[in-house]
């Protein structure tokens, strides 16, 4: 019981935190908006060039993350965010994304060229059972990088380390926060296993995050401020989060620690 308490209030005191530091960085949300419209133009002018066009959204996509977790690492570090702090931001970790796409796709050949296939009618439960992998032990992602110091397929390892070490006291707040979105739309209806895919793919890094995007594209004009206000807090939230339980005191790592593990 203590220890429940106490990662409480871990809770707490970060998502108060959160709530300040979102507030005094409130134009990463709307960076947010930004994002989904350049993706979503540069979508629509590539389409005719096939393989080419996808290359080419591919890297729009890439330079909008880089300038995204850029922008959150300043919100997050309690940093006011500036229009010129955005316009530098596009390029300040493409390369770092780049490399997380990479691993990404090499993972995204051998599950749907060879291990699904290999599964014969099974195939489609294979490939969701590694969609919900990524979603766990990929899911800080984001948070490292701009809070850790690998890239590519080690920072992937990295990730999963992570989640072995504290994935509850990860994973909790972020599985419920991602519920929070769906029940507005409806999405809390339905099998459970169709329930926990759609929570996978909105916690999977790997979709670049085109899970939240179409969320917003089904939620009705009045909700899609108060859930723009959410996710930013929420990205806010993880990377205090993630911090805390990286680089927090022995006294604090000892009480997340002791869930049982």
């Known amino acids: 019981m203590p220890v429940v308490l106490g990662v409480a209030r871990l809770y707490a005191r970060t998502a108060v935190l959160a709530g300040r530091r979102a507030v005094h960085a409130w134009p990463v949300a709307f960076a947010l908006v930004l994002y989904a419209v350049l993706v979503l133009v540069t979508r629509q002018l590539v389409a005719p060039l096939g393989r080419a066009g996808g290359f080419i959204l591919n ?7 880089s300038s995204y977790v850029s922008v959150v690492s300043q919100a997050v570090a309690g ?12 390029g300040a970790r493409f390369w770092d994304v780049i490399a997380v796409f990479f691993a990404f796709w090499v993972i995204d ?4 060229g060879v291990i699904a296939p290999a599964a014969g009618d099974k195939a489609d439960i ?14 800080p992602v984001p948070e490292l990088l701009y809070q850790g110091s690998t890239r590519g397929f080690h920072l992937l390892y990295e990730s999963g380390q992570f ?17 929070a979105l769906m029940a507005p739309l409806g999405l809390m209806h339905g099998p459970p296993g169709q329930i926990v895919l759609h929570v996978a793919t909105l ?22 401020l108060p859930m723009l206000a959410f996710v930013h807090w929420l990205m806010v939230f993880r ?16 009480l997340r620690g002791g869930w049982g593990r």
């Open 59 to 65: 890297l729009v996509v890439a330079a909008c993350l």
């Open 79 to 90: 940093s006011r965010v500036q229009l010129s702090d955005l316009r530098r931001s596009f």
């Open 109 to 112: 050949l051998a599950v749907d």
């Open 126 to 139: 294979v490939a969701a059972l590694f969609g919900l992998a990524i979603a766990v032990f990929f899911n």
């Open 163 to 179: 989640i072995s070490r504290h994935g509850l006291e990860w994973l909790l707040p972020n599985v419920l926060a991602a519920l």
């Open 203 to 224: 916690l999977a890094p790997n979709n670049d995050g085109m899970g939240v995007l179409s969320l917003f594209a089904r939620a009705p004009l009045y909700l899609q």
């Open 239 to 254: 990377g205090l989060l993630f911090a805390e339980l990286t680089r927090g005191s022995s006294r604090q790592r000892a």
